[in-house]
C-alpha cells in the first residue's frame, strides 16, 4: 500500500495542524495505522496508533492530551489532529500501515515520504 502524508508545515508555538495520510488501496481498513516523527539525530519513535476498526488508541506520553489520532475507512485516510503545539514536536511525521496486531515496538510495514512539521518559539 502506498500512503501520502500532508498538512505539515510551520506554525507558532501553542498552534495547531492536522496531518492527513491518504492510502492507496481499499485494504486499509483491515490494517493497523500509525504516526511515527523522527529529528536529525534520533530514532524514529511512534507518536500515536489506532487499530483497524478505528479504536482503540494509543499516545506517546509527551503528546497526550494534545493530539487526536483518527481515521476514516470509507476514504481510506487517516489524520493527527496537533493542538498546543510545541517546539520539541518539531520533526518529520511519517505514516505507516501494518498487519493488524503487529507491535508497535517494531518499526515495520509501509511507510510515507514523511511532512516536515515546524514550530517556532
Known amino acids: 500500500v502506498q500512503l501520502v502524508e500532508s498538512g505539515g508545515g510551520l506554525v507558532q508555538a501553542g498552534g495547531s495542524l492536522r496531518l492527513s495520510c491518504a492510502a492507496s488501496?481499499?485494504?486499509?481498513?483491515?490494517?493497523?495505522m500509525g504516526w511515527y516523527r523522527q529529528t536529525p539525530g534520533k530514532q524514529r519513535e511512534l507518536v500515536a496508533a489506532?487499530?483497524?476498526?478505528?479504536?482503540?488508541?494509543k499516545y506517546a506520553d509527551s503528546v497526550k492530551g494534545r493530539f487526536t489520532i483518527s481515521r476514516d475507512n470509507a476514504e481510506n485516510t487517516m489524520y493527527l489532529q496537533m493542538n498546543s503545539l510545541k517546539p520539541e514536536d518539531t520533526a518529520v511525521y511519517y505514516c505507516?500501515?501494518?498487519?493488524?496486531?503487529?507491535?508497535?515496538?517494531?518499526?515495520?510495514?509501509?511507510w510515507g515520504q514523511g511532512t516536515q512539521v515546524t514550530v517556532s518559539s
Open positions: 489506532i487499530t483497524s476498526g478505528g479504536g482503540p488508541t
Open positions: 505507516n500501515a501494518r498487519l493488524i496486531g503487529s507491535s508497535w515496538d517494531l518499526e515495520e510495514g509501509s
Open positions: 488501496k481499499s485494504t486499509f481498513s483491515i490494517a493497523d
